[in-house]
C-alpha cells in the first residue's frame, strides 16, 4: 500500500467550483490508475473519476462527465479533481485511491490504497 492524502474538500453552493488534489509522494508505477471515488451516508462508495498514470487516459461516471476533469502530473505525484457546476448531489466524502493496474478498474476493491478522504458539500 502507498500514502495518499487528499485535500482540497469544503462548502460551496451549487453552481460553484471546487478542487481536490490527491499526494501520492510514493507512487512510481506506470501501469496504473489513480481514482477518485465518492461516498455519502447511507450510499456505497462509488467510482467518480479516474486516470491512467502511465498515458493520462480519463474515464467518468456518468453523473459527473462534463463537469469534473481529472488530472495526473508524474513530476509533482499528484491528481487533481476540477469539479464544476457542483450540485447537491455531489455532496459526499471524496476518496483518492490507487490501482496497480493497466486497465481501469471501477469497482472499488480493486483499489489497494485509498486516502482518509475529504468532505465536500455543496449546499442549495
Known amino acids: 500500500q502507498e500514502q495518499l492524502v487528499e485535500s482540497g474538500g469544503g462548502t460551496v453552493q451549487a453552481g460553484g467550483s471546487l478542487r481536490l488534489s490527491c499526494e501520492a509522494p510514493?507512487?512510481?508505477?506506470?501501469?496504473?490508475?489513480m481514482a477518485w471515488f465518492r461516498q455519502s451516508p447511507g450510499k456505497e462508495r462509488e467510482f467518480v473519476a479516474s486516470?491512467?498514470?502511465?498515458?493520462?487516459?480519463?474515464y467518468y461516471a456518468d453523473s459527473v462527465k462534463g463537469r469534473f476533469t481529472i488530472s495526473r502530473d508524474s513530476t509533482t505525484n499528484t491528481v487533481s479533481l476540477v469539479m464544476n457546476s457542483l450540485n447537491p448531489e455531489d455532496t459526499a466524502v471524496y476518496y483518492c485511491?490507487?490501482?496497480?493496474?493497466?486497465?481501469?478498474?471501477?469497482?472499488?476493491?480493486?483499489?489497494?490504497?485509498w486516502g482518509p478522504g475529504t468532505q465536500v458539500t455543496v449546499s442549495s
Open positions: 485511491a490507487a490501482d496497480r493496474a493497466a486497465v481501469v478498474h471501477k469497482a472499488p476493491h480493486y483499489y489497494d490504497s
Open positions: 510514493g507512487h512510481t508505477f506506470h501501469d496504473s490508475f
Open positions: 486516470a491512467s498514470w502511465g498515458d493520462g487516459r480519463t
